[in-house]
Each structure stands twice: as C-alpha cells, then as structure tokens.
C-alpha cells in the first residue's frame, strides 16, 4: 500500500477536529443547524490554515445524514472524503481559469444533486480566474439554484473582483498560533511513536509561520529522516538553522573582533548552504532573548 503523508492521515474528518479557527467553526456549526445556510462562502487566509479543510467538511455537513453534523460515518461523508462523491466537485482554479471552463461549470449548475441535499462546487485558488470567467461565475451567483453552494478559498482575496466578494459569506482564516501547532504535533507524534523533544517541536511550530499543514509536513519530512527519533540538531539541519551555542560563539568574535574567525564562519555557513535570512532572524531572536533576560 503507497504511504499517505501525516498531512493527510491526520486531516480533520469533523467540525471538532479542526485547529486555531474557533469563530469560523462555531459561525458555521450554527448555520448548519439553523438551516441558515449561505450560497456562497469566500475563505481567504495563508496556505496551511484550513480552508480547503474546511471547505470539505461544510461540504459534508450540508449532506451529512448523521449526526452531529458531519459524523464522519455515513456514506456522503465518506465519499467526499474519498472524492468520490457526485455532488460536491472540487476545482482548482489555477488550471481551470477561463470562461469556457466556468461556463461549462455553470452549465451544469441547474441539475439538481444526485445523491446528497446540496450540489457544493469548492473552487480553489479562485483569486486565478480570468476577469472574463470571474463575470461568467457573477450571474450565477446573484441568482443561485437552491440546492446550489459555492465554496471560493483563496490566499491573495485582494485579487478577487468586489463585485464577487460582496455575493459571499467571507471569513478569514488567521495564521494558526504556535501553541496550537505544537499541540496538534504532540499529538500526531504520540500517534505514530516519534520520538521528539520539546524544543525541536517549539522550532517546527516557530517555522510553520502559522500553517498547520506545513508544520505536519515538516514533521513527516524529519520523521524519515531521523528514522522515528528526531533531535534539536536534525530540525536545525533541515530548516537551514542554526543552533544558539554557536550564535553566540560568533557573537563573542564579532565583540571581540576576531575577524578572521567571522569571516571563516560565515564561508563555513555559505559551504553548508545556509540560508542567510534565517541566520539573521535567529540572530534577532537570541539578541532579544538575551535583553529580557
């Protein structure tokens, strides 16, 4: 059987699941059961925060046959997860960007759902539609089938045609705070039997920039690495880092100037492929650490 990445072993499968974006989910969960569901719903936010994750499970609550809504269990729930299902298509605007494609879409958009309660188009990376096939979508979305709901995610919604926004529902996913991250970590390593210290957790979370998927990926990408047992050192070889000993090591020559150690140092670094903006920002980080000693 191929191997599944941690990312997506470990995607959430319900509203319970999902991690740092509490408003969006309880705004949604009462939607959901107020039947006050919206046609068109626009999630913007950086990469790895959750929204075409999100998307996905709104897409099995409006169909879920379970309960609570989604349960994960019944068939529609199941079959969205796997892709499968009839009703909920997902489209990936960098590739599908013009109007014959979004025509072709739009014609498809009157026949009601086959097997679940809605028909759910997710259209992601939607800021790469063409102005013409943005103005294709505009009349379907002023006046929408009933059974219809457009999910719209992207990360740069500054490109998105106003005329567009103000037909949707927007929520803005935040970057996912390190706290969480680790916590989520911790808990994918006490599933899969990694081995990791405290630390180097603490600096994948640091690293991630608020993304849980490129935290997860980044774990699963030492994992193989180190074998199951990673340390400090293999995260700080990865990421490009270096370690605090030897920042202040290079701070003590540059204070006391040993010129020719920094510039050794520094040509050591280049020959190991460093990258230099993350030497600054860990040179940022130690001098701040040190002043509120």
């Not at 030492?222 to 370690?243: S, T």
């Amino acid at each position: 059987m191929a191997y599944k990445s941690l990312y997506r072993t470990y995607r959430p499968q319900t509203f319970k699941d999902v991690a740092g974006q509490e408003a969006i989910i309880t705004t949604l969960k009462h939607a959901i059961d107020e039947k006050k569901i919206a046609h068109a719903y626009l999630f913007c936010g950086p990469r790895g925060t959750g929204k075409t994750t999100v998307a996905k499970l709104l897409a099995k609550a409006v169909n879920c046959t379970g309960d609570p809504k989604p349960c994960g269990e019944c068939e529609n729930c199941k079959q969205i997860e796997n892709g499968t299902h009839p009703d909920v298509i997902e489209i990936d605007a960098a590739s599908n960007n013009g109007v014959e494609e979004v025509r072709s879409l739009i014609d498809k958009v009157k026949y009601a759902p086959t097997q679940g309660q809605y028909k759910v188009y997710i259209i992601d990376e939607v800021h790469m539609m063409s102005p013409g096939a943005f103005n294709a979508l505009l009349k379907t979305l002023e006046e929408p089938p009933e059974h219809i709901i457009f999910i719209l995610a992207t990360t740069e919604p500054h490109k998105i045609p106003l005329t567009i926004m103000s037909r949707c529902q927007s929520f803005e996913f935040k970057p996912i705070p390190v706290a969480t991250i680790k916590e989520r970590l911790k808990y994918i390593c006490a599933q899969e039997n990694i081995n990791i210290d405290d630390k180097s957790l603490n600096l994948i979370a640091e690293e991630s920039n608020g993304g849980l998927r490129d935290a997860v990926s980044m774990l699963d990408q030492l994992n193989a690495y180190a074998d199951g047992n990673i340390k400090y050192e293999d995260v700080l070889l990865l990421n490009g880092r270096i370690n605090d000993d030897e920042i202040e090591k290079f701070m003590t020559e540059m204070v006391n100037d040993d010129l020719n150690s920094v510039f050794t140092k520094i040509e050591s670094w280049q020959e190991e492929g460093k990258n230099f903006i993350y030497i600054c920002e860990d040179f940022i980080r130690f001098l701040r650490n040190e002043l509120i000693k």
